[in-house]
């Protein structure tokens, strides 16, 4: 089935440091929807962005992401860290069932002053 | 706009108990999803619907019943609680579609006593 691998647990940097989380994933469908999930201290996850097009540099809310089919990433940037900033992601993907989307186990980001 | 809600918001139950979580979503989407939070482990499927009547089984489905009564409803259902079992339960809904927004209620917080 399909997979999604978030190797950090935890990322901590101080406020104006460039973000990167990493995203890779599996799946036997070929054209893959993958979405960045954002989940704040005691609230319910909710979209950040998203993308299907191979190469493409998606942006929402200062962030972005490219989805690189050769590599299987989707890997989450932001150039300026915020301290608003820290929060749990998920990188999510939707292969061969379109119903069903599979979310990795998630990167806590904790931003410093 | 719409809203899911969640009850209970806290649920408290003895090991071997049967418990039953309930799921009202208003946005008329087709889709809904049981989703298991745990620390670490990410965002695990355990029921999906895409439509009334329908059911799925996600990832975690064993241990677990659910029940689409009707478009706005879900319910999920722990079989047998196992003791000292702490998590958060996320109904979710969505249109449907691969590259559609899913949306999140706040959660439903399980603690086996």
């Known amino acids: 089935g399909d997979s999604v691998t978030q190797t950090e647990g935890l990322v901590t940097l101080t406020e104006g440091l460039p973000v990167m989380l990493n995203c890779t994933y599996q799946?036997?469908?070929?054209?893959?929807?993958l979405f960045w999930y954002v989940q704040h201290l005691n609230e319910s996850p909710r979209l950040l962005l998203k993308?299907?097009?191979?190469?493409k540099r998606t942006e929402h809310q200062g962030f972005h992401a490219t989805l690189h089919k050769s590599s299987s990433s989707f890997h989450l940037q932001k150039s300026s860290a915020q301290l608003s900033d820290s929060a749990l992601y998920y990188c999510?993907?939707?292969?061969?069932?379109?119903?069903?989307?599979?979310f990795g186990t998630g990167t806590s980001l904790l931003v410093d002053p | 706009g719409g809203i899911i809600t969640q009850t209970p918001k806290f649920l408290i139950g003895q090991e071997g108990q049967k418990l039953t979580l309930k799921c009202q979503q208003n946005?008329?989407?087709?889709?809904m999803y049981w989703y298991r939070q745990d620390s670490g482990k990410g965002l695990r499927l355990i029921y999906y619907?895409?439509?009334?009547?329908?059911?799925q089984k996600g990832d975690l489905s064993e241990g677990y019943d659910a029940s689409r009564e009707k478009k706005s409803s879900f319910s999920l259902t722990v079989t047998s609680a196992q003791k000292n079992e702490m998590a958060v339960f996320l109904c979710?809904?969505?249109?449907?579609?691969?590259?559609?927004?899913?949306?999140f209620g706040k959660g439903t917080r399980l603690t086996v006593v």
């Open positions: 979710a809904s969505s249109m449907g579609f691969a590259n559609t927004e899913v949306f």
């Open positions: 799946t036997i469908y070929s054209n893959p929807f």
């Open positions: 993308s299907f097009t191979d190469n």
């Open positions: 999510a993907l939707t292969g061969n069932m379109g119903y069903k989307l599979t």
């Open positions: 946005f008329n989407h087709d889709t």
């Open positions: 619907s895409i439509t009334e009547n329908d059911l």
